[in-house]
């Protein structure tokens, strides 16, 4: 059980009826990201099997079906960000373990020890 703390699970609710219709009719969006993902040379490196992807790809249409705002962009817009997202955070977890995160482009640990003398 996760911790209320843990920003990684949210807690979305029951879906409106609005929800469900465009999760059902949108499911396409899938289909076409994982035509582009699934059969790349990365997801063939990586090792990741195609449900796997597909699954990610659901995860991210029902996520997208939450987060989408209206005002913004479409609703194909922000789900197909949101669903090739989601392939690629998967394919980061099946090759890597977990999803790398960008580095800083300073290493400040290294500079505890300079002096302006020097």
């Known amino acids: 059980m996760p911790r209320s703390s843990d920003r990684r699970f949210r807690h979305y609710g029951p879906p409106t009826p609005q929800q469900l219709e465009l999760f059902d009719s949108h499911q396409g969006i899938v ?14 490196r990586a090792g990741c099997e195609p449900a796997d992807l597909w699954q990610a790809g659901l995860i991210g249409l029902w996520q997208a079906t939450y987060t989408w705002d209206p005002d913004r962009a479409s609703f194909a817009t922000c789900a197909l960000r949101r669903v090739t997202g989601a392939m690629l955070d998967e394919l980061d977890r099946a090759r890597f373990g977990r999803v790398r995160r960008r580095r800083s482009l300073i290493d400040h640990s290294a500079m505890v020890g300079l002096d302006a003398d020097e």
């Open 31 to 44: 289909r076409l990201a994982h035509g582009r993902i699934g059969a790349s040379w990365r997801a063939r």
